[in-house]
């Protein structure tokens, strides 16, 4: 709790100074339109000029109204967000009265069966969303070490970032690397690659060292498998639905073999 309460203002902080970096990518791409202004005559590069500079207005734009419509949202539903958790309250409280009426929906015969799935589930997608917390910390402590030691702007809203995306195995690591990268580039080149070596560093170690270890007993699944399961989830349910496949990957894999185990 102390923790939360010291990173929230600070974030805050941050996100206060983004219109500072806004203005100063501005002045990035003006420059750069003033030094490639005198090749810009021939209509080939000028078309291909003119392409970049919309699309690139364009996906700030969308970018920033992503941004505003989140924020307008959390406003919006902040009488949600506060009972969330209410709701999980009562169902830690009561959780046995609520399983055990859910039993009644199954025959009698198959309730221990069912039981045991459950007991199974609820164990080893415990044991999975321990495991990645504790790797999305890690990840985020780190980062943070890393950007301040560089003199990155934003260190704490970039780490939280990354630690945020690594939920996602193989292309989370990718997706919360690039707007620290992103950021490191608006000071220089150099500061940039410095970041990407230290970032990728740290993703050799977490992907190669740390994460087999620390999820390889919960989560007994092949990596093809789980590249699957991304693209699947990704293409149902978006940013989301990569989050969740894993989770339901593991729910499925566990109600087949229980299955398998008890009918077969």
């Known amino acids: 709790m102390t923790i939360f309460l010291l990173i ?9 100074n983004i219109s500072y970096t806004i203005d100063k990518i501005q002045k990035i791409i003006d420059n750069l339109y003033l030094k490639l202004k005198p090749i810009s005559n021939n209509k080939t590069i000028y078309a291909v ?28 539903n902040i009488v949600s967000i506060a009972v969330i958790p209410i709701i999980s309250y009562y169902f830690l409280a009561d959780g046995d009265n609520i399983a055990n009426k859910l039993l009644n929906f199954f ?4 309730r221990n069966m069912v039981k045991k799935i459950s007991k199974d589930i609820d164990k080893i997608l415990g044991r999975y969303i321990v495991s990645q917390l504790l790797l999305c910390a890690f990840i985020g402590i780190v980062t943070f070490a890393i950007l301040i030691f560089l003199h ?34 608006i000071k220089s080149p150099q500061k940039a690659m410095w970041v990407l070596i230290w970032l990728y560093l740290l993703q050799q170690i977490e992907g190669n060292i740390l994460s087999p270890k620390i999820t390889g007993d919960s989560v007994n699944m092949h990596p ?6 991304l693209v699947v989830g990704g293409k149902i349910a978006g940013f989301l639905g990569m989050i969740l496949a894993i989770p339901v990957g593991v729910m499925i894999k566990v109600i087949y073999e229980d299955l398998n185990y008890y009918l077969f």
Do not use: H
């Not at 025959?107 to 198959?110: A, H, L, M």
């Open 49 to 76: 000029m003119n392409n970049v500079s919309i699309k690139i207005n364009n996906q700030l734009i969308s970018l920033f109204s992503k941004i505003f419509d989140s924020a307008l949202n959390i406003g919006q």
């Open 152 to 185: 990155i702007d934003f260190p704490i809203i970039l780490s939280i970032l990354n630690a945020f995306f690594n939920i996602i195995p193989y292309f989370g690591p990718v997706f919360g690397a690039v707007p620290a990268i992103f950021i490191a580039l």
């Open 8 to 16: 929230v203002p600070s974030a805050f902080k941050e996100s206060l």
């Open 224 to 229: 093809l498998m789980v590249i699957i399961l």
């Open 107 to 110: 025959p009698i015969n198959s």
